[in-house]
C-alpha cells in the first residue's frame, strides 16, 4: 500500500491542548519554552483511506511542534531542519511522498528549499486548497444569492501561493476584482503581470477595511496571526470565504454580523473510512477539529498523491500554475474526495442557518443598509 506523511503543527495555544492532552493548564510562557527544544514526531496514523475502486493508503501526521509565530521568527535555517526531520520520520515509517501543513509550507521559499533535503518528495498541498477554495466561495455565493457575474471579490494575500491562483481562478467570475496585501511593490508587480490577463476589472490596495467594504465576496488566504477581517467591515450579505490557518476572519462577525455568510473553504470529505489514531495512545482518536471523515484540502492532496502513485514535488513555491489545480480537482474526484459541507466557526452551516443568514441580509438591507449591488433580484 502506497504511504504519505503530512507535516502539522499547532496553530495556537488551544491547539496544543489538541495536540497534548497533559498541555491543559500550563501557562504560555512555559509551553512557547517547552516547543522550543522539543524535537518533531509521529503524532497520528492515518488509516482506512479507500477509494470508491478500492485503492487505499495510509499514512502518518509527524508534527513539527511550533507555533506559526515561532515557524516565522526562528532563524530560517532551525525551521528548515525540524520540517525536514519531520519528514525524515515520516520517510522512515514507510512514506512516499510528504505534504506541508498550515505555516511550514509558507515558510521561506514555500517548500521548494525543504524538497530539496527532503529524502522523499514534497508538496505544499496549495492546488487542491485553491480548487477547494474557490469552489467554496461560489458555492456561498449561490446559497446567499450574490450574483456573482456584477459582484465585486476582494483577495487578500493576492501576492501568495494561494492568493495569486484565486486572483485568477475568480476574475473570469465575477465583474472586479480587487488585490491586497500589505507589500505595495510586490502588490503593483504582480498586478502589473497579470491585469491584462484578466477578464474583469481589477485594481489593487494595501487597506484591507476598504477592499472589503466595497466587495459582494470576498476570500483571504494570508498568513496574519491577527484578524484582517473585521465585522464592520462587511457589507450586507456578503459572503466571506476562509483559507487562511490559523483564522484571520475576527470571531465578533459570528455574533454581530448574522447577516454575512463565512465559510472556511478548505475542508474535503476523505473516502473510505479514514481513521486518525494518536500514535502514543493507540486506540484513541486524534481530534483534527473538523467533523469525521473530513480533512483539509492539503492533507488531501497529499492522500490523492499517495492513492495515484504520483511520488512528485506536485505544488511547490509561489506561483503555482492553473494546470495544476485542474489535474489535482479530477484526480481529487477520481479517488473519491468532495468539497466538504460548509462550517464556521468551529460549527455546520445547515440549511437553516443559510436560510436564516438571507433573511438577516433582506432585514437589513429593507432598514437601509449599504445596498448589496451584487445580490440576485429575489434577494434585493
Ligand atoms: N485550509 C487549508 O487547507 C490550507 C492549506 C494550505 C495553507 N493554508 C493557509 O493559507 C494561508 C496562505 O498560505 P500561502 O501558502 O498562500 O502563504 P504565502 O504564500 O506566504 O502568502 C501569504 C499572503 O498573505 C499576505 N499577507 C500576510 N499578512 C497579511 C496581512 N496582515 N494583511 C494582508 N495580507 C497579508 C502576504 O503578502 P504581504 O506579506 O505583502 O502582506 C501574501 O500575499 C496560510 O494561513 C496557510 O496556513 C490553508
Known sequence: MNSFCFVIHPLSFEDIARYEPGAKGKGEAILRKIMEWMPSYAAVHVSGVRTPDGRETQGWFVAAPLLP?????????????????????????????????????????????????????????????????????????????????????????????IGSACVRLIAPEVARVILVARNTTRLRKFHEQIAGDLPCESEYATDAPSAVRRSQLVLTATTSTQDVIEPEDLQTGAVVCELSLPHDVSRRIALERPDVLVIEGGNMVVPGRPRFERVREPGSEFDLNLPPRTALACMSETMILALEGRFEPFTLGRGIELGKIVEIAAMAERCGFTLADMRAFDAAVTPEKIAATRAAARRRRSNGSPALSGASRSDA
Open 69 to 161: 509565530q515561532q515557524l516565522v521568527e526562528f532563524p530560517r535555517e532551525e525551521v528548515y531542519r525540524r520540517v525536514v526531520r519531520a519528514i525524515e520520520i515520516g520517510a522512515e515509517l514507510g512514506a512516499q511522498v510528504a505534504g506541508l501543513g498550515a505555516f511550514t509550507a509558507v515558510v521561506g521559499d514555500a517548500g521548494i528549499t525543504i524538497n530539496e533535503r527532503s529524502p522523499i518528495p514534497v508538496t505544499t498541498g496549495n492546488s487542491l486548497t485553491i480548487a477547494a477554495g474557490v469552489q467554496s466561495l461560489f458555492r456561498g455565493a449561490r446559497e446567499m444569492g450574490v450574483d456573482a457575474a456584477s459582484s465585486t471579490a476582494t483577495v487578500i494575500g493576492a501576492t501568495g501561493s
